[in-house]
């Protein structure tokens, strides 16, 4: 006879013949864990470990994208990218109405190297800081190739007078590649809450 698990099922493990859930298969998993089995515990632990150095990997590569935007190293904010991605601005009525019309789009890099020697000299606005504040990468999804994540900013934008407003409040969705053991862009789109945007979007966000 099967000895109880700590869910008070009969068996730890489903039976042969019978089809498990993804969602199912991960309370096997984790009945397992508990119930002390040496084999089911590292590979939970080797799991957790795993899931917890990605989104320190994803962390820093989003704390590095703004850290360069904020201490305007703009030349260097196209090498976040591979050279097929897509970049987008826009807002969050047009986004979930699945409207085409967006602040900003480029889709590949060679467009967002253009967008920053643009910027540098033929755009004509106030001069500005910003200052991004980024939640914790929500993992969405994960594959061999691709990784998909969800992400809250603010950006606080300074001008030279002193005063800062917010400029900007909204949410990142991007994919994320390895190239050469390094995370890169395929796409990010930022989608802003903000209604009323104070200055046109000329810098990255």
Known sequence: MAAPSVFGLVSLSPSPVQSVSPRMNL??????YLSGEPEHRELMKMTFESDAQLQAEISLLFSQYAACIDNDRLEKWPEFFVEQCFYKIQSRENHDRKLPISAMECDSKNMLVDRIVSLREANIFAEHMYR??????LILSKSENEIATQTNYLVISTLQSGISHIFSAGRYQDRLVRIDGQLKFVERIVIFDTNSIRTQIVTPI
């Open 132 to 137: 991004h504040i980024i939640s914790i990468p």
């Open 27 to 32: 309370y096997w998993k984790m009945a397992r």
